[in-house]
């Protein structure tokens, strides 16, 4: 089946050591996303990929980092993650264009402690 | 600026009791609007989308949505409610360009038998 898959699904980082999440996709989708997700609160975008072109939301802090080495891959590095960045981090896809939506990951729960 | 709205924080139902969750948007062009459901430590999965044609959408799991324009409301209704349907529901729209989601609140839907 055609899906979006997230490695690990359970991350546990000291403050302040990069970690590194990864997201990968057989739906051949050119869009990639990355959403932080907070207890109770709704996904935040915190960047996107549109093939090769990245995509920094206004408010993400410089501390996310992403790479997209081929089509199917996206990494999100969180350089000295601090006790604020625990969260659940979601990978999306989509095929681009308004009428397809998006397809979720089951997400990435990471501890910072 | 485009916005959607969930008046719903939290919503209890019986088990085979039926459901509206309320969807609120503002957006000023055609709204693109799906629903998602999130179960506890998942991802997202897509229920149903609407972005044309007949304002009653049917999706997965038994669930259908309906738009009304007059109303800028996109609620999801399902007539009977099973346990395993407790979960949050989050009403989401595209943006104008179609790279962005933009996401209510969320309904944290309990079940009581």
């Known amino acids: 089946d055609a899906m979006v898959i997230q490695n690990p699904r359970y991350q546990v980082t000291q403050f302040g050591k990069p970690v590194t999440l990864s997201c990968s996709q057989t739906?051949?989708?050119?869009?990639m996303y990355w959403y932080q997700q907070k207890s109770s609160q709704a996904p935040k975008l915190l960047f996107h990929y549109y093939d090769k072109d990245f995509n920094n939301e206004a408010d993400t802090p410089d501390n996310f980092q992403s790479r997209r080495p081929n089509t199917s891959f996206c990494f999100l590095d969180i350089r000295s993650p601090g006790l604020g960045d625990a969260a659940m981090y979601l990978c999306?896809?989509?095929?681009?264009?308004?009428?397809?939506?998006?397809?979720f990951g089951p997400g990435t729960r990471l501890t910072v402690l | 600026a485009q916005s959607v709205t969930q008046p719903d924080i939290h919503i209890t139902v019986s088990e085979g009791a039926s459901l509206e969750l309320r969807c609120n948007y503002s957006?000023?062009?055609?709204?693109?609007l799906f629903w998602y459901v999130q179960s506890p430590g998942q991802g997202l999965q897509l229920l149903l989308k609407y972005f044309s044609g007949d304002t009653l959408v049917q999706g997965i799991k038994g669930f259908e949505a309906e738009f009304k324009r007059s109303q800028s409301s996109f609620n999801l209704r399902k007539p009977s409610v099973h346990w395993s349907d407790a979960a949050e529901y989050f009403c989401?729209?595209?943006?104008?360009?179609?790279?962005?989601?933009?996401f209510g609140a969320g309904t944290i839907l309990r079940v009581k038998s």
């Open positions: 999306a896809t989509s095929r681009g264009g308004r009428e397809g939506g998006q397809f």
């Open positions: 957006y000023g062009a055609t709204p693109y």
């Open positions: 739906l051949n989708h050119n869009v």
């Open positions: 989401a729209a595209i943006n104008i360009y179609g790279n962005k989601l933009v």
